[in-house]
């Protein structure tokens, strides 16, 4: 059982910056990927971000140079730093953990609003 708590999102302006965060409680040892997702106003879920438990990161071509994930093992605390942020990175983000033990099971955090205006 893992439970995920988000913040960071809020209203910012384009070429503005925020800084999301999603920490990890309950059984924490067996955590694998961590990431994030995002879901625009009419269209389906992407994926963001993500990073391994060794730090190897996969990005969305539309974020790339732009967004950093990053994470803190020792706080099972996953980042993802959101710089020069268009109107179109508005939506709802979504941060995941994927827990490995007898099987694989993906937890996912209660979601939280990124709007960037014009």
């Known amino acids: 059982q893992v439970q995920l708590v988000e913040s960071g999102g809020g209203l910012v302006q384009a070429g503005g910056s925020l800084r999301l965060s999603c920490a990890a409680s309950?059984?924490?040892?067996?955590?694998?990927?961590m990431g994030w997702y995002r879901q625009a106003p009419g269209k389906q879920r992407e994926l963001v971000a993500s990073i391994t438990r060794g730090g190897s990161t996969d990005y969305a071509d539309s974020v790339k140079g732009r967004f950093t994930i990053s994470r803190d093992n020792a706080k099972a605390t996953v980042y993802l730093q959101m710089n020069s942020l268009k109107p179109e990175d508005t939506g709802d983000y979504y941060c995941?953990?994927?827990?490995?033990?007898?099987?694989?099971?993906?937890?996912w955090g209660q979601g939280t609003q990124v709007t960037v205006s014009s």
């Open positions: 309950g059984s924490i040892l067996n955590i694998n990927v």
């Open positions: 995941y953990v994927n827990v490995v033990t007898r099987l694989s099971k993906d937890y």
